[in-house]
């Protein structure tokens, strides 16, 4: 019998909002309610696809945009936005990071949309959103040595974000 998404959940379950109602989204849940997972209660749904909102996926209510995070964070008490959304460009996820600052909610991600598609999202291969995963490049790889080395005894003035 599968357990549904109204079923009680431990009180140390962490309050969980899913970013994605997609294929993405819906394989998380899948997930935490397969293996009856009790790390995690899902509250919800957020999604930019205003055909699905108000919909439910898994007896889980799609509550709204993300451009609605802050709110629906706060209202009902948010712990964790995973973010089920693999093919969201380091613009967007910033963006959406950005819009949930003051919450207090911790960002994770699932796993490349590649173990999406190939039924590989599992609750244990969520992990915490990453700077790279912001930056929409390969980050740059500095040789300290050398940098020391060419800078050694002089006096250096840094502007900017660099």
Not at 38 to 56: I, K, M, S, T, W
Not at 108 to 133: C, K
Request: net charge neutral.
């Amino acid at each position: 019998m599968a357990m549904t998404a109204r079923q009680a959940q431990p009180a140390q379950a962490r309050r969980v909002l899913i970013c994605g109602a997609g294929d993405a989204g819906e394989a998380v849940l899948r997930e935490l309610l397969r293996t009856r997972h009790e790390r995690y209660q899902c509250v919800g749904f957020l999604d930019d696809d205003v055909a699905v909102l108000n919909g439910r996926i898994h007896e889980v209510e799609i509550l709204g945009r993300t451009k609605d995070i802050r709110e629906v964070c706060t209202r009902l008490e948010v712990q964790e936005v995973l973010l089920a959304l693999p093919r969201a460009t380091p613009k967007t996820l910033r963006a959406l990071i950005e819009r949930g600052e003051g919450t207090g909610v911790h960002f994770r991600t699932i796993p490349a949309v590649a173990d999406v598609i190939a039924g590989r999202v599992q609750v244990s291969r969520i992990r915490d959103v990453d700077i790279e995963d912001l930056l929409g490049r390969e980050p740059v790889q500095l040789d300290a040595e050398q940098i020391g080395r060419e800078l050694r005894g002089r006096v250096v003035l840094v502007t900017g974000a660099g």
